[in-house]
């Protein structure tokens, strides 16, 4: 089970940092990614982490200002987002899955585990 929380409301160039517990399993044995739905487009992937965290994805608007990291003795992924701009306003989802391997991981297709998802909302 995965639970993303951490979203809001701020303003323009402002940092928000979103979390995703997951329970019923060790983090450090899935591929794990966060992926965004603006609203009215569809989901697009934003980033990703290897079961062993030594590949890392980024979509290129986000490049250089959000950060995917992973605490396995917390169980937890976070996404540290900077220098936020409205177009990032969107729901923010976690999804997991033992199965994925590095060469799928930027695919929403290859997880079968969602988090709820959280709203981050950027205003300007």
């Known amino acids: 089970q995965l639970q993303a929380s951490g979203g809001g409301l701020v303003q323009e160039g402002g940092s928000l940092r979103p979390s995703c517990a997951v329970s019923?399993?060790?983090?450090?044995?899935?591929?794990i990614a966060w992926f965004r739905q603006p609203p009215g487009k569809e989901r697009e992937g934003v980033s990703c982490?290897?079961?062993?965290?030594?590949?890392?994805y980024y979509a290129d608007s986000v490049k250089g200002r959000f950060t995917i990291s992973r605490d396995n003795a917390k169980n937890t992924l976070y996404l540290q987002m900077n220098s936020l701009k409205p177009e990032d306003t969107a729901v923010y989802y976690c999804?997991?899955?033992?199965?994925?391997?590095?060469?799928?991981?930027?695919?929403?297709?290859?997880?079968?585990?969602w988090g709820q998802g959280t709203l981050v909302t950027v205003s300007s």
């Open positions: 999804a997991g899955d033992p199965t994925v391997i590095t060469s799928t991981m930027r695919l929403s297709s290859a997880y079968h585990c």
């Open positions: 982490i290897s079961r062993r965290g030594d590949s890392q």
């Open positions: 019923g399993y060790p983090l450090d044995a899935y591929a």
